[in-house]
């Protein structure tokens, strides 16, 4: 994204300038969601630390921000969780890792819909160039696009990402626990995957998987 940035700035500034406020809406609902469904099951960490909150300040992490705006995967700061205070920690956690995830595909659920219905009422005017049509389209393929790859980025079973937190529960405690001792470090092993590009094109290919899934479930709607 930035080597495009440099080589033709008029086709890709316009998408690189949609992708700050999408990266700070998604990000800000995904880690709300994480902390409100932890505060719904008896967790009160994030309320307490102000991580309840649509400023995306709180949220957002350095590194993670800046990789998203490159247009690689990226993460925010993650709300923190204190695991003692759910009556089922296993899968309690599980659930408020769950919530992040689930918030991004409903927002790209929004996006894909806002994008059939332009593209449904104002065909004509796309094909004609419109350009605040086109920009629109634009604006909420880039929407969905990164809701859905931040949330399928957060699935993957490696600590600290929501997907370890998930999958893993289902090992006996002793290994569960084990494992999330060493989450530190397994951001290591992310980060060689991340950096090395093997999980671009799995990640990638179920990112459209799913954007083909929703356009064809919208597309059974009448108006569509």
């Not at 809701?147 to 600590?159: E, R």
């Not at 990112?207 to 064809?216: A, E, S, V, Y």
Request: proline share 7%.
């Amino acid at each position: 994204m930035i080597i495009d940035l440099f080589r033709n700035p008029q086709v890709y500034l316009p998408i690189f300038l949609m992708r700050i406020p999408v990266i700070l809406i998604a990000l800000t609902i995904h880690e709300i969601s994480h902390g409100y469904v932890a505060y719904k099951l008896g967790d009160y960490t994030a309320k307490i630390t102000g991580r309840l909150t649509l400023n995306p300040i709180k949220h957002l992490d350095p590194m993670g921000t800046v990789l998203m705006l490159s247009g690689l995967f990226g993460w925010a700061k993650p709300v923190p969780v204190n695991p003692r205070n759910f009556k089922k920690p296993k899968r309690d956690m599980a659930l408020s890792a769950l919530a992040g995830p689930v918030s991004n595909i409903l927002l790209g659920f929004i996006g894909v819909f806002i994008y059939m219905v332009v593209l449904r009422l104002f065909y004509s005017q796309i094909l004609a160039g419109n350009t605040f049509y086109i920009a629109l389209m634009n604006f909420c393929y880039v929407f969905l696009s990164l809701n859905i790859g931040l949330a399928v980025f957060n699935m993957i079973p490696i600590p600290p990402l929501d997907g370890s937190r998930i999958f893993l529960q289902f090992l006996p405690d002793k290994i569960y626990f084990g494992i999330m001792r060493y989450e530190r470090y397994m951001m290591l092993v992310l980060f060689l995957l991340l950096f090395t590009g093997v999980l671009g094109s799995p990640i990638s290919y179920m990112i459209q998987t799913i954007i083909n899934g929703m356009i064809k479930i919208l597309s059974y709607l009448p108006f569509f």
